[in-house]
């Protein structure tokens, strides 16, 4: 079993940043990938980026130029930096990583941190 912590949500101004934190842990075999989800109230989670192993990052339309997604493969973490904070990017922020068995991708998710964009 995998268990993936989130942490670093917080209520921010307008134009403010914050980075969150994704910490993988348990019987992982071989990261496949690991990204960032988001859902606000009322509406389907929705991806906002994720990594690969060894190919790029790709970021939802919304985000583009305002997020960035990295990971630290020494210690199973990825990060979500944003900036330029809007309130339509208010949603709890999921983390997902695949992980890759012999072929056979299993999905795993965090618990979710919240992030309030308001004045």
């Known amino acids: 079993q995998v268990q993936l912590v989130e942490s670093g949500g917080d209520l921010v101004q307008p134009g403010g940043s914050l980075r969150l934190s994704c910490a993988a842990s348990g019987a992982i075999f071989s990261i496949y990938s690991m990204s960032w989800y988001r859902q606000a109230p009322g509406k389907q989670r929705e991806l906002v980026a994720a990594?690969?192993?060894?190919?790029?990052?790709n970021y939802a339309d919304s985000v583009k130029g305002r997020f960035t997604i990295s990971r630290d493969n020494t210690k199973n973490t990825a990060y979500l930096q944003m900036n330029s904070l809007k309130p339509e990017d208010t949603a709890v922020y999921y983390c997902n990583l695949e992980d890759a068995y012999y072929g056979i991708v299993t999905t795993y998710w965090g618990q979710g941190t919240q992030v309030t964009v308001s004045s």
């Open positions: 990594i690969p192993s060894g190919g790029n990052a």
